[in-house]
T-cell receptor
Framework: DAGVIQSPRHEVTEMGQEVTLRCKPI?????LFWYRQTMMRGLELLIY????????DSGMPEDRFSAKMPNASFSTLKIQPSEPRDSAVYFC???????????FGPGTRLTVL | AQSVTQLDSQVPVFEEAPVELRCNYS??????LFWYVQYPNQGLQLLLK??????LVESINGFEAEFNKSQTSFHLRKPSVHISDTAEYFC???????????FGQGTRLTINP
């Protein structure tokens, strides 16, 4: 298994631009999580899905952030418009409902200038 | 709601010395506990977990952690560290039956030769 796949690995954009981060979970996993990691706030859960349905989006910072999971093998996290304070590493993770163990992707390092 | 406190943000030790990384949690109900490791510029990897049974759990690379319910702790230990153990270590908790992980702030372990 290739593990959780995230793209791009690095993204540099200018303030005001739209940013889309992508994630492919491990095949068969029915939970998908989006986390953000910053020096100031550590690891924060933004949103998670179960069977493609958003369950808890209370961690999404504001309306500029949105996430979708159109099918079991793909999810996106979109920031529109982006701001410098969105600069962080964004991780996607997936898990089996029976397993309780989250497998993390390598992350996307986002820099907003 | 549950929370996790990692008491040390940084721990410097010499190679082959023992190390303990401290983790305390708060929860009014039963939990599952995890340690994740993040090597430089990589995603998080599961190091070990406590779900039930023996309160002492071990990883394949010599780390161990003990679940102490009375002290609400899950400290991570290794009797002799190696340079390759240099990484950031995250303690995490989830409610039994839930999928949502809550992470501590992380402890940066630095190994000096």
């Amino acid at each position: 298994d290739a593990g959780v796949i995230q793209s791009p690995r690095h993204e540099v954009t200018e303030m005001g631009q739209e940013v889309t981060l992508r994630c492919k979970p491990i095949s068969g996993h029915d939970y998908l999580f989006w986390y953000r990691q910053t020096m100031m706030r550590g690891l924060e859960l933004l949103i998670y899905f179960n069977n493609n349905v958003p369950i808890d989006d209370s961690g999404m910072p504001e309306d500029r952030f949105s996430a979708k999971m159109p099918n079991a093998s793909f999810s996106t996290l979109k920031i529109q418009p982006s701001e410098p304070r969105d600069s962080a590493v964004y991780f996607c993770a997936s898990s089996l409902s029976a397993g309780v163990i989250s497998v993390f992707g390598p992350g996307t390092r986002l820099t907003v200038l | 709601a549950q929370s996790v406190t990692q008491l040390d943000s940084q721990v410097p030790v010499f190679e082959e010395a023992p190390v303990e990384l401290r983790c305390n949690y708060s929860s009014s109900v039963s939990v599952y506990l995890f340690w994740y490791v993040q090597y430089p510029n990589q995603g998080l990897q599961l190091l070990l977990k406590y779900l039930s049974g023996s309160t002492l759990v071990e990883s394949i690379n010599g780390f161990e952690a003990e679940f102490n319910k009375s002290q609400t702790s899950f400290h991570l230990r290794k009797p002799s560290v190696h340079i390759s153990d240099t990484a950031e270590y995250f303690c995490a908790v989830t409610l039994q039956g839930a999928q949502k992980l809550v992470f501590g702030q992380g402890t940066r372990l630095t190994i000096n030769p």
